[in-house]
């Protein structure tokens, strides 16, 4: 019998196009207008149309298109959208000063879908349990987006607009991402709670903290899946910039995450696990990227 939600069979029919070029793709975009959709890795475009939830009548596909790939080092560094997320788990120029993202990147499911999955689909897919969300936040990266009328930049924060919504205009599209050097004596972490090793976050976090002596000089924390968009915990920041790292601070800050936050309860998790594991998850990032740091164990 007919299964609308079988996932093994992909329902409608569809043209498929591998442009070469940014300017084949925006061409196709005006010729194919709304019934068309990109696809990069396709891991999570291709699980929508065989739920029936999506259904272009064609798929353009990225793959192809050099303008969007690789990693370059140029004043920071700016990642390209098909960069797979398994690249980016193997980059050592991203391991150096920006571990918590090639963390996040190493909790990323199983092996076919990190070798498929790209950073841009994971972005441009904007599921507020993104893993690698929390991490670009932290580090105040940039979308660079490109569209026939050229290039624009938006802070990563203002490129999520709602659950599966972002502020991408029509015929435009995510070119990359630019992350700046992060200040010395900076170190990151990226924590994530899920059913089973290599699942969708009930919860992650990511913290960036730059240490000065005993002191937390900044520090900046996202967590992702506690709220319609990957969120930084401004509150919990303030409450910790400037002061001493010790278990007091730490406890504020935990408990300030948890009331910032906007936790749902669905299929996952609960809306009050998901706020006690709030807590949890980024006081051990705290702490892991204190020590990260040089700081040794917090008193
Ligand atoms: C079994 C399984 C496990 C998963 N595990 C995880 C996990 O652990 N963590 C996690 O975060 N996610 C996970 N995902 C979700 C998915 O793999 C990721 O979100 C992945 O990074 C999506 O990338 P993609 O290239 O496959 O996106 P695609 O499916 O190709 O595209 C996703 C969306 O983004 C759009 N898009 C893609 N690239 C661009 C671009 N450059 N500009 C504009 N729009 C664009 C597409 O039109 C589409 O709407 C999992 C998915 C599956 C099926």
Known sequence: MYQPTNTHILVPEFEYERPETLDQVFSLLEEHGATARLIAGGTDILVQMKLERAAPACLISLDRVEELGGIADDDGLVIGA???????????PVRRGHAALVEACRSFSTTAI?????????LCNASPAADTAPPLLVFDASAILVSRQGERRLPLEAFFTGPG?????????????HLAEPAPGTASAFLKVARVEADIAKVNAAVALTRDGR???????????????????RRAEASLAGRVFDSAALAEATQLVEEEIASIT??????????????????????TAWRRAGGGEPQ
């Not at 029509?170 to 991402?177: F, I, K, N, T, Y």
């Not at 669905?266 to 702490?287: F, K, M, P, Q, W």
């Open 114 to 122: 990190s070798v498929m999955g790209t950073l841009g689909g994971n």
């Open 266 to 287: 669905d299929v996952r998790a609960t809306a009050e696990y998901r706020n006690h594991a709030s807590g949890v998850i980024v006081r051990d990032a705290l702490t």
């Open 82 to 92: 098909t960069t797979a997320i398994r690249d980016l788990a193997a980059c050592e």
């Open 165 to 177: 919504e972002t502020a991408l205009g029509e015929g435009e599209l995510l070119r990359a991402v």
């Open 215 to 233: 002191q937390v000089a900044q520090v900046a924390i996202a967590l992702g899946a506690v709220a319609p968009v990957p969120m930084r915990a």
